[in-house]
Each structure stands twice: as structure tokens, then as C-alpha cells.
């Protein structure tokens, strides 16, 4: 999913580059939701992983 933000944020400098600056807005704002739902899930796996990891120890 990663990859895809990525991909997203490359056809926007791309689209930027050429003046197609609604599509350069488009496909920025998709890229800035993707990365920032990865981030939260990230944070959530992370702290998942770290509660059970305490209660194996325990």
C-alpha cells in the first residue's frame, strides 16, 4: 500500500511538471490519505505487537 502512495505522489510531480495542476492535486491528496492511513496503522500493529509481547513475558 506503501507503494502505492509512492506511486501517487510521482504522477502528481509528474503532472505537475507537464501543468496539469487538478490532476497534480488530485493525485497528491490520495498520496497524503494513503501515507498517513499507513502511518496509522503502523502505530497500531506496533502497539499490538508490543502489548502482547509484554503479556508472553509476564
Known amino acids: ?19 496539469f495542476s487538478g490532476i497534480s492535486a488530485a493525485s497528491a491528496g490520495v498520496a497524503k490519505i494513503i501515507f498517513f492511513v499507513m502511518i496509522v496503522l503502523f502505530v497500531i500493529t506496533l502497539l499490538i505487537a508490543l502489548l502482547t509481547a509484554s503479556a508472553l513475558f509476564r
Open 1 to 19: 500500500m506503501l507503494k502505492l502512495a509512492l506511486f501517487f505522489l510521482i504522477v502528481s510531480l509528474v503532472a505537475g511538471v507537464f501543468g
